[in-house]
């Protein structure tokens, strides 16, 4: 359920990483060999300078990685923790497989121990909540007819770790949904059935402090379920066209295709946007396997799944 996460740690760890046999700081970043400051640079290229006129150096850090987390000590004192407590769970290898409440529990527990954490004191600056569910039909033919989030058109993203995958991006927070399986299988890992994967990742952390959640020993009391609402409310708003769909109706021919809604929300009223929605979500109901509605159950039953933690 929790996957990625970036934390800001109190400045009184540094001494106890920097001596944990675990992680290796040896290296300084962003000094040059000769141990100079780096100037920091704009998008076009050019030297960052402070309101009077002087130049802004990067500043340095010292960083370490364990088992798929990154902990960054800078030079100011600041130390982030980044990186997939899914992962970590599995050696850092990987995160395809179910990571429920108890795995989650057993991670922190473990870094409690290895790195002296007390969680209360782990300020969330950015979390992943998702979940890995089998689909009754191809993963790629969902990803396929996912058009938008809400209003926000879902752009196909190519990274270097995560692969490709679907993206829409709100100011607070982008929901992701990709295959998976086929992630894994091209990192050679055997993967026999389909795995769509869907997730929310909150950049900011504005609509889980009024959920209470601030530090990961509020998740820890919380426990998973407090996810349940937003992930399913998120899957919902999906604009997904349905390849189930058997009925002559003329309109299908626009509604398969994704400029037609892009093209609805900048050249027509949200009000005609809607009212085509409405117009398809009625041809769903009445003349299809109701697709979307079948994943929203397979996505809930697999969130109490792993909020009991079994």
Known sequence: MIDFITANLPKSYSSRLEQNPLLDFSMLRNVSEDGFLIPALDRMGKEVQNKNGETVYKVPYKSASYNGLCFTIFETG????????????????????????????????????????KLEECKLQCVEAGVNIVPPVPTNDILRHCFLHKTIPFKDIQHSQDGRYKQAKHSQYIVKIYNKALHYTGKGFTIETEILRFELKFMKMEKLNKLDIFTLADIRNLGFGVFKEMLVQAFEDILLFDQTINSSCTKLTDYRNPLFWTDLLETKSRKTFYKHKKTYTEIVINSSERLQQQLTEILISKVNELAKGI
């Open 78 to 117: 600041t130390i982030i923790l980044t990186g997939s407590l899914h992962k970590y769970f599995n050696g850092g290898a990987h995160n395809f497989n179910d990571f429920d409440y108890v795995a989650f529990l057993l991670v922190l527990m473990d870094l409690e121990d290895k790195f002296g954490f």
